[in-house]
């Protein structure tokens, strides 16, 4: 499968952006899907996950209650609705397919696919 992110941008802070990624392929539905971010310097970080279902979602601690994972599967698509942005948020976003079996719904290694990243940056 092959994602594709997009939907970064300039925001100043407390303001909203929507990350989109669309997946190629059939099987999109199938897959649970994370959003993971990485600021310079520093290690890829997970930000959210959604079942394939949509029937569950995860969050890092820092970003609940002001960012929503959702899905499309209808439309292959996954997004990441981001609010209340901080300057802490900017970070290059990537999303990623999970097709199962992996060791930790938070951890890099357990997803199989990754889209290209989209630049967020929060100015203060």
């Known amino acids: 499968v092959q994602l594709q992110a997009s939907g970064g941008g300039l925001v100043q802070a407390g303001g909203s952006l929507r990350l989109s990624c669309a997946a190629s392929?059939?099987?999109?539905?199938?897959?649970?899907m994370g959003w993971f971010r990485q600021a310079p310097g520093k290690e890829r970080e997970f930000v959210a996950r959604?079942?394939?279902?949509?029937?569950?979602?995860y969050y890092k601690e820092s970003v609940k209650g002001r960012f929503t994972i959702s899905r499309d599967n209808a439309k292959n698509t996954v997004y990441l609705q981001m609010s209340s942005l901080k300057p802490e948020d900017t970070a290059v976003y990537y999303c990623?397919?999970?097709?199962?079996?992996?060791?930790?719904?938070?951890?890099?290694?357990?997803?199989?696919?990754w889209g290209q990243g989209t630049q967020v940056t929060v100015s203060s």
């Open positions: 990623a397919a999970d097709r199962g079996g992996g060791s930790g719904y938070s951890l890099p290694g357990s997803y199989d696919y």
């Open positions: 392929g059939r099987t999109f539905s199938t897959y649970d």
């Open positions: 959604i079942s394939w279902s949509g029937g569950s979602t």
